[in-house]
């Protein structure tokens, strides 16, 4: 599986010339919470526009550096055409709040985790209490259910089936995923 917090922070490199176009800053969704492209960090910060690049056109999204085909994949766009994302965007993945239809709160999303394979697809919530409970006890990881459709991704809240609590289990918070990859 491939976590979003561990691909915030790298490099991304065009092939056809091996050339540094910038770092990850973000990753951008669709309205279904699809994983849309990345939004790179490329130096200017003062400037409206941004620069992504479509996930379609990402090749490699390995464990130190993210490879697409070349400086034609990244595109200006500007930042209202960015909805929703992990942690820049108008409406933020990152801290929302999971709650079941029973109205029991689970925590709030500090990460995400991806099927290498489909890469798109959220397949689960890593989540936590807060900073002080997260060292005592541990972040939770909650699998997405089977049928996608029984969660409702809202700009507020992620609401999850009554019941979701017994799909928790802990994640180990180590020293080394402490401040990993942000700039």
């Known amino acids: 599986m491939l976590r979003l917090q561990h691909v915030i922070g790298l490099p991304v490199v065009e092939m056809s010339a091996g050339k540094q176009v910038g ?3 973000d990753a ?3 309205e279904h919470w699809q994983l849309g492209g990345i939004i790179l960090d490329a130096g200017r910060r003062f400037l409206t526009a941004m620069k992504a690049v479509l996930w379609s056109e ?3 999204c390995g464990s130190d550096t993210v490879i697409i ?7 200006k766009t500007k930042q209202a055409e960015i909805q ?7 409406i933020r993945l990152k801290d929302l709040p999971v709650v079941t239809t029973d109205g029991e709160q689970l ?9 290498q394979l489909q890469g798109t697809q959220i397949v689960g919530y890593e989540l936590t209490d807060g900073f002080i409970a997260d060292m005592m006890e541990g972040r939770k990881w909650l699998p997405v259910p089977r049928l996608t459709e029984e969660v409702m991704l809202g700009e507020n809240v992620i609401i999850v089936p009554a019941g979701s609590e ?4 802990p994640v180990a918070v180590s020293e080394s995923d402490i ?5």
């Open 23 to 25: 770092h990850v800053k």
């Open 28 to 30: 951008w969704f669709d």
């Open 58 to 60: 990402v090749l490699v």
């Open 69 to 75: 085909m070349n400086t034609a994949s990244v595109r």
């Open 84 to 90: 929703r994302s992990f942690h820049t965007g108008m």
């Open 107 to 115: 925590g709030r999303v500090s990460d995400v985790y991806f099927d």
């Open 166 to 169: 017994a799909y928790l289990t």
């Open 179 to 183: 401040g990993r990859n942000e700039r």
